[in-house]
């Protein structure tokens, strides 16, 4: 089975759409990540500002961001291997790397918007 690892920079969460403006990008790459899951490949995120331990924990993401600090984030692993970093790989990147060929969502992208840009963990804006 595939495996995908996802070492996101800090931010408050990983769907792109908190406070008052949405990351399309994120929000694209989000909905890629559940048509991956979809297809049955194993994904896990991690995000610096929530899980620190898997970031120290993975010798591959520790030696990167002591050699080249936090611009080496995102980081995505795929089987071990490196596949991008400092950049979220599009979708065809990922099903390449995964053994897949990529196709469209059948699943809408789940929005929701935060009025006053202050979210946070557990606050409901994701």
């Not at 990983?14 to 909905?31: E, I, K, Q, R, W």
């Not at 050699?67 to 490196?82: F, K, M, S, T, Y």
């Not at 970093?85 to 995964?98: E, F, I, S």
């Amino acid at each position: 089975m595939t495996h995908v690892d996802v070492f996101d920079p800090p931010m408050c969460c990983s769907s792109g759409v908190c406070g008052p403006s949405v990351d399309p990008l994120l929000a694209a790459f989000a909905a890629d990540l559940r048509w991956l899951s979809e297809q049955g490949v194993d994904v896990a995120r991690h995000n610096l500002a929530q899980d620190p331990d898997a970031f120290v924990g993975h010798p591959v993401v520790s030696a990167l961001l002591q050699r080249e600090g936090d611009a080496c984030l995102p980081l995505v692993i795929v089987n071990g291997d490196i596949l991008g970093k400092g950049a979220y790989p599009r979708r065809d990147a990922l099903a390449r790397a995964a053994g897949l060929v990529a196709s469209a969502s059948r699943a809408k992208p789940v929005i929701r918007l935060v009025s006053g840009g202050d979210a946070k963990p557990g606050s409901g804006c994701c």
